[in-house]
Nanobody
Framework: QVQLVESGGGSVQAGGSLRLSCVLSVSGYRYSSYYMGWFRQAPGKEREGVAAIDIDGSTTYADSVKGRFTISKDNAKNTLYLQMNSLKPEDTAMYYC????????????????WGQGTQVTVSS
C-alpha cells in the first residue's frame, strides 16, 4: 500500500517563499526506487507538471518555474520537497505530489500514485 501526504501550503505575498513536503509511506518497496514529481492545478486549468526527480537524482522543471523552484528528496525521511522562491500570483494552485515505482514519466501525469494536494495562494 502506498500513501502520499503533502504539507506546507499556505498563503504568501508575491516574492515570498514556501517549502512543500510530501511524505511517502510504502511497504515492500524501497522509497529510493520511486520516481517522483510535483504537479499543480489551478481552477479551470489542466494539471501541470512542475518538477520531477529521477531515482538517480536528476531533475526536470517546467519553464515557468525554472530558477525559482527546486525539487529534492530525502531518502532517509521518505520525503519529497519543493522549495518555491520568488512566488508569483500565477503560481496559485493546488499542488500535488506523485510517485511511480516502475518507470520514469518525468512531468507527464502518468504516475501511479497521487497525494491529496496542498493549496498554495500567492497574493499580489
Amino acid at each position: 500500500q502506498v500513501q502520499l501526504v503533502e504539507s506546507g501550503g499556505g498563503s504568501v505575498q508575491a516574492g515570498g517563499s514556501l517549502r512543500l513536503s510530501c511524505v511517502l509511506s510504502v511497504s515492500g518497496y524501497r522509497y529510493s526506487s520511486y520516481y517522483m514529481g510535483w504537479f499543480r492545478q489551478a481552477p479551470g486549468k489542466e494539471r501541470e507538471g512542475v518538477a520531477a526527480i529521477d531515482i538517480d537524482g536528476s531533475t526536470t522543471y517546467a519553464d515557468s518555474v525554472k530558477g525559482r523552484f527546486t525539487i529534492s528528496k530525502d531518502n532517509a525521511k521518505n520525503t519529497l520537497y519543493l522549495q518555491m522562491n520568488s512566488l508569483k500570483p500565477e503560481d496559485t494552485a493546488m499542488y500535488y505530489c506523485a510517485a511511480d515505482p516502475y518507470s520514469w514519466v518525468g512531468r507527464s501525469c502518468n504516475y501511479r500514485y497521487w497525494g491529496q494536494g496542498t493549496q498554495v495562494t500567492v497574493s499580489s
